[in-house]
């Protein structure tokens, strides 16, 4: 059976409208009539031919895997389509199930129009882009340089035997450091003032962007008394995620990883491609953590915070920060500490999400 398209209206749909599709002879049962104005109303034209071509070409495939998913009965949720129409493109959410009429497997489901919604995170996401970009070169383009300064001027401090001279030396020094805890401290504040969280993902080499951070870290003069190394699996690895989120998992968990390793010291990161997900570790030698805290160190303003061995101050967020940006991306972590012989954080991120 086929269905006419029908004269009507051309306005969008306010609620849902449903459909009915049969699978084993690719019939469309029944689509409700105010699903008319989303295409082009040829009175000649068949109705099951002007959708699939009304559809956008970008869909096709995961239109088709979720097609095979719910006529396996192995599929729940919505998908998002994009539809070519005589408005401009529109975005339809579709909720499928499968039922069964005298043995003949029925696709059912209903159809709800959210461009509006998409248009509005597609607004917020450029300007959560904006804002990432501005946090990734206070994190990361500001805060490195600065260290490095910093770096450099105790070096020439060292140097010097005039009293004078290395008072001015310690001066730059000191202002450096409040610029660096200027940054930490924003980067903290606009974290908590986060209500809700877009990520603005992309596809990103990891093994690329550990090792530009930690030959960063190596030009540090005081990080120069450690050591630091890669280890992967893979030469590449690529994973799709929020930029500049994950840099302050990594800023953070190498922070905490500094304040708590004496030197000489070494700290390693670990990078495994496991099919689906990616493995991420970070060990030091450090002094550990105490076993009687372990189960609440990802909690904020955690009681079990401590200041680092040169008395850095800390205000228990770092952690509770690196768990909750891991979860957004829909990963997991944990960590194995032994007192005296240092720490080691796990954690898994898928690699799309």
Request: aromatic share 8%; glycine share 6%; charged share 25%.
């Amino acid at each position: 059976m086929e269905i006419e398209l029908q004269s009507s209206a051309t306005y969008p749909f306010g609620s849902n409208v449903h459909f009915a599709y049969q699978v084993v002879t690719a019939e469309l049962l029944y689509l409700h009539p105010d699903f008319h104005w989303v295409i082009d109303q040829q009175a000649n034209l068949k109705l099951h031919d002007v959708l699939m071509s009304a559809i956008h070409p970008d869909d096709w495939a995961e239109l088709k895997n979720v097609f095979d998913k719910a006529i396996g009965g192995k599929f729940s949720g919505s998908v998002k389509i994009k539809f070519d129409t005589t408005l401009g493109f529109r975005w339809l959410q579709i909720c499928p199930f499968i039922a069964s009429q005298h043995g003949n497997l029925i696709l059912l489901g209903s159809i709800t129009e959210i461009t509006d919604e998409v248009a509005n995170h597609e607004i917020i996401a450029r300007y959560t882009n904006k804002k990432n970009s501005i946090l990734h070169m206070l994190a990361h383009d500001l805060r490195g340089p600065l260290n490095i300064a910093k770096s450099v001027t105790k070096l020439i401090d060292g140097e010097i035997e005039e009293p004078q001279i290395q008072k001015k030396t310690q001066y730059i020094a000191g202002i450096l450091q409040q610029a660096i805890d200027l940054i930490a401290d924003l980067l903290n504040r606009e974290f908590l003032e986060t209500t809700e969280v877009i990520l603005v993902k992309k596809k990103v080499d990891i093994v690329c962007k550990l090792n530009e951070y930690l030959e960063e870290c190596r030009r540090s003069e005081d990080l120069a008394k450690l050591s630091f190394r890669l280890l992967r699996s893979n030469e590449e690895i690529f994973i799709e995620l929020d930029d500049a989120k994950f840099m302050q998992i990594i800023n953070n968990l190498i922070s905490n990883s500094l304040k708590f390793t004496r030197p000489p010291g070494e700290i390693i990161l670990e990078v495994i491609d496991a099919g689906d997900q990616v493995q991420f570790s970070f060990s030091d030698n450090g002094i550990g953590i105490p076993e009687n805290q372990l189960d609440e160190i990802f909690e904020e303003f955690t009681a079990s915070r401590r200041p680092g061995l040169n008395g850095e101050p800390t205000l228990g967020l770092g952690l509770s920060i690196v768990k909750t940006i891991v979860g957004w991306h829909g990963g997991t972590i944990w960590c194995e500490s032994v007192e005296g012989s240092g720490t080691t954080f796990h954690f898994i991120l898928p690699k799309s999400h």
